[in-house]
């Protein structure tokens, strides 16, 4: 059995309004890297994203991008030392200003401490685009406080 896990919303806004929030550091961490992100979303770059709430800033590898569409990053695992997983946004627009955001991750070892991980950041995807959608269509910042 892969462990491997696919979240999806929709939100309110354009393809490149949502797309940007996403790829702009300062967008960012409005609404999910509370502690800031070093770095736009571009392919081949490392960026270093940091969070109020779980302190710590660390890379995250953007493995592909493409403009309004997909940004695949790949980033470390809290499993396993040295291991990492491959997370990919897709944004595909709905019509009348909606953007469905879909994000996978995978690549965790299939043990309980990988099962326990993946459902960890299963939690915390879906989180990011409810965070997404209250930041960029009512300008709200859902995350502060949620988690400590």
């Known amino acids: 059995m892969q462990l491997k896990f696919r979240v999806f919303g929709r939100i309110a806004r354009p393809v490149p309004e ?11 961490a409005q609404y999910f890297t509370t502690g800031g992100a070093q770095g736009r979303l ?3 770059a490392v960026v270093t994203w940091d969070f ?8 995250v590898e953007v493995v592909d991008l493409v403009e ?7 980033w470390g695992n809290a499993e396993a030392e040295g291991s990492q997983t491959e997370v990919t946004m897709h944004f595909s627009d709905c019509g009348n200003g909606v953007t469905l955001v879909e994000i996978s991750e995978e690549g965790w070892k299939e043990t309980q401490a990988g099962l326990d991980a993946s459902y960890g950041n299963c939690m915390g995807w879906s ?17 502060d406080g949620f988690y400590k």
């Open 42 to 44: 571009e392919k081949g």
């Open 18 to 28: 949502v797309f940007e929030a996403v790829v702009n550091p300062d967008q960012l």
């Open 68 to 74: 309004n569409s997909l940004i695949v990053l790949r």
């Open 127 to 143: 989180h990011v685009i409810c965070a997404l959608k209250m930041w960029i269509e009512h300008g709200i910042r859902m995350r």
């Open 52 to 59: 109020a709430d779980f302190p710590g800033a660390f890379p």
